[in-house]
C-alpha cells in the first residue's frame, strides 16, 4: 500500500465538529478506505465490514495474520440480526442486557460477511459499541464495520487519537479524535453457539454478569477456535497487547523484596518502570513509577496508557504489579498476560 503523508486528526468536541467528522469518516468508509474510529473500549481500525477488499486493508495496514479474525460492529439490533446466519433467544437477553457496550456475540455468519472477515470461519463477532461518534458512523453509511484496534499487530491497543497517529499516522488518511476511551481494554466475547454460552475473551463484562443474564456460562479453556482450526474470536493469540519493553508481573512485599527479585532476574532498577496499585515503592533509582487506583475499572481504563507512556520514555523493562485473582480483575490480568508473553 502507499503510504500517506501524515493522517488528518478530526476533532469532535462541538456538536458542529462531530457533524462533520461523521459525514467526513461515512464519506471516506463508503469509498473503500480506512479510518480510526474511536469506541468506548479502545480506538478500531474501521472498514466496511460487506467489502472484502476494504477489510483487506485493515489486514495491511495492521500487518495482521489472515487467520485471526475481526469483530463486526452494528448500530441496533435489525443491523446485528443480518450479519448472523441466527439469532437465538439468548442473544436476546444478552443485548437487552448489555447492549450498546462491550459485549462481543459470537454467531453463525451470515452469507453477506466475506470471509475475510471471519478468517474464513462459519461464526462471526458482532457488537454493537457504546460510543456515539461510531454509532452515528454507522447509521450515517448504513452499513456494519470492521474494526480491530488501531494498533499493528500485537501491541498495545490505543486508547486515544495520538497513540493512533504514532502507531499508523503514515498508514491512513483519517483519524477522528472522540476522547479517551471509556472502558479502556477490549470487549467480552462470548461464543453463542454453544450451549452454555462460552467466554472466549475476558472483558469488563464479567462472567458473573453474563451468568446472571443467562443463568449459565463458561469460561474457554478449550474450544476456542472452529472444526477447522480457525479461531473463533480476536485476542486468543498468546502474544498480544505487548509494548516494545519487555513486561513482568511481580508481586513483592516492600522495597527491598522488589530490589532483591530484580537483581535475581538481572533486571536493573534504573530500566525497570514500573506500574504498581498497593505496594508503592519509594521510586528512588527506578526508571519511573507510576500509580494506578486498586479498582479494575480504573486500572483498565489506564492501563494501556501507562504502557505506552514507558515506551515512549524508553523502558527496557516494565515491571507490573500483580492483580488480585478475582472475577473483576481477570480481564486485566488476561491482557498483561498476553503481553508478557515471549
Not at 76 to 91: D, I, K, N, Q, T
Not at 109 to 115: D, F, S, T
Not at 300 to 324: F, K, Q
Amino acid at each position: 500500500m502507499k503510504p500517506t503523508p501524515h493522517a488528518e486528526i478530526l476533532p469532535t468536541h462541538t456538536a458542529a465538529l462531530f457533524a462533520a467528522a461523521v459525514r467526513r469518516a461515512a464519506e471516506a468508509l463508503r469509498a473503500g478506505e480506512v479510518v480510526a474510529l474511536p469506541t468506548e473500549t479502545v480506538y478500531g481500525l474501521a472498514a466496511n465490514a460487506l467489502d472484502a477488499a476494504a477489510v483487506e486493508k485493515i489486514f495491511q495496514i495492521k500487518g495482521r495474520p489472515a487467520h485471526n479474525p475481526v469483530i463486526v460492529h452494528v448500530a441496533g439490533l435489525e443491523m446485528a440480526r443480518r450479519c448472523v446466519g441466527e439469532w437465538p433467544a439468548a442473544a436476546d437477553r444478552l443485548a437487552a442486557s448489555f447492549w450498546p457496550g462491550p459485549l462481543t456475540l459470537v454467531l453463525p455468519r451470515a452469507r453477506e460477511i466475506p470471509g475475510i472477515v471471519t478468517a474464513g470461519g462459519t461464526t462471526v463477532g458482532v457488537r454493537w459499541p457504546g460510543h456515539p461518534f461510531i454509532q452515528a458512523v454507522i447509521r450515517e453509511c448504513g452499513f456494519p464495520l470492521a474494526a480491530p484496534s488501531a494498533n499493528p499487530s500485537n501491541q498495545i491497543s490505543p486508547t486515544n487519537a495520538e497513540h493512533v497517529r504514532k502507531a499508523l499516522g503514515g498508514k491512513i488518511g483519517l483519524i477522528v479524535d472522540g476522547g479517551q476511551s471509556q472502558v479502556g481494554i477490549e470487549s467480552t466475547v462470548l461464543d453463542v453457539t454453544v450451549s452454555p454460552p462460552r467466554v472466549l475473551r475476558p472483558g469488563m463484562i464479567h462472567e458473573e454478569s453474563l451468568r446472571a443474564a443467562l443463568g449459565e456460562t463458561r469460561s474457554a479453556e478449550c474450544g476456542v477456535r472452529n472444526e477447522d482450526g480457525v479461531l473463533r474470536s480476536p485476542g486468543m493469540l498468546e502474544k498480544h497487547y505487548a509494548p516494545k519493553a519487555r513486561l513482568r508481573i511481580l508481586s513483592w512485599a516492600d522495597d527491598a523484596d522488589l530490589r532483591r527479585q530484580l537483581a535475581a532476574r538481572n533486571m536493573k532498577p534504573e530500566t525497570c518502570h514500573l506500574i504498581t496499585h498497593t505496594v508503592i515503592p519509594l521510586g528512588r533509582g527506578f526508571g519511573g513509577v507510576s500509580v494506578i487506583p486498586h479498582d479494575a475499572e480504573a486500572f483498565a481504563r489506564a492501563i494501556y496508557a501507562e504502557l505506552h507512556r514507558c515506551d515512549e520514555e524508553g523502558a527496557e523493562w516494565i515491571v507490573v504489579e500483580a492483580l488480585p485473582e478475582t472475577p473483576e480483575w481477570r480481564a486485566v490480568a488476561d491482557r498483561l498476560r498476553r503481553a508478557a508473553a515471549h
